[in-house]
């Protein structure tokens, strides 16, 4: 099963909006609606944001929000903020019952 | 409140096996599916293992069929991952994480609670 295809590295200025993309097949990402994105500062354990393509767990900042269009997978977050500086990782539930990820993007904030 | 503790990483040489184990407390475990997942310090993460409630349903990454074995005992709100056959690139930090839907067959990525991790270094 290869990996999901993610953006390096993104950036934006605090208040900005940012997009970060996540490329599957139609055997994950296509087929199920079954995406999540985590959150992993440098040190920490990933941290769930975005769950079945749009849902945010409780406790999760409605400025992070999630979406899909065929085989690609976007997360938002509007209005960053310095502490939204981290790694992002995707991943998707797949047609043979595994779970695979992407290779995350750094996003920065300037 | 959740929280798990892995345990039982170390050095270990090529070929050779080790056994993590990771304790539950703060929820009812024998409800969950529980997930390994790893990653090699300062690059991506790779899912490992799910194992169901009852353990009826086991999955494994390709990578890891036939050399890593999942368990757990639910009496004890442990999970279990038995690496033998170890390699290299098996070098990572090995987290457990749970599942958050009560009851599920199969893990869909979505993993709401995680351990601190515990470093496996695999080299001569």
């Known amino acids: 099963q290869s990996a999901l295809t993610q953006p390096a590295s993104v950036s934006g200025s605090p208040g900005q909006s940012i997009t970060i993309s996540c490329t599957g097949t139609s055997n994950d990402i296509g087929y199920y609606n079954f995406v999540s994105w985590y959150q992993q500062h440098p040190g920490k354990a990933p941290k769930l944001m975005i769950y079945d393509v749009n849902n945010r767990p409780s406790g999760i900042s409605n400025r992070f929000s999630g979406s899909k269009s065929g085989n690609t997978a976007s997360l938002t977050i509007s209005g960053l903020q310095a502490e939204d500086e981290a790694d992002y990782y995707c991943n998707s539930y797949t047609a043979t019952n595994t779970v695979v990820f992407g290779g995350g993007t750094r996003l920065t904030v300037l | 409140e959740v929280h798990l503790v892995e345990s039982g990483g170390g050095l270990v040489k090529p070929g050779g096996s080790l056994r993590l184990s990771c304790a539950a407390s703060?929820?009812?475990?024998?409800?969950?599916?529980m997930n390994w997942l790893r990653q090699v310090p300062g690059k991506g993460l790779e899912w490992v293992s799910s194992t169901t409630g009852s353990s009826s349903y086991i999955y494994y990454g390709d990578s890891m069929k036939g050399r890593f074995t999942i368990s757990r005992d639910n009496a004890k709100s442990s999970l279990y991952l038995q690496m033998n056959s170890l390699r290299v690139e098996d070098t990572a930090i090995y987290y457990c994480?749970?599942?958050?839907?009560?009851?599920?067959?199969?893990?869909?990525?979505?993993?709401?609670?995680w351990g601190q991790g515990t470093l496996v270094t695999v080299s001569s």
């Open positions: 703060g929820f009812t475990f024998s409800s969950y599916t």
């Open positions: 994480a749970r599942d958050p839907r009560v009851g599920a067959t199969v893990t869909r990525g979505s993993f709401d609670s």
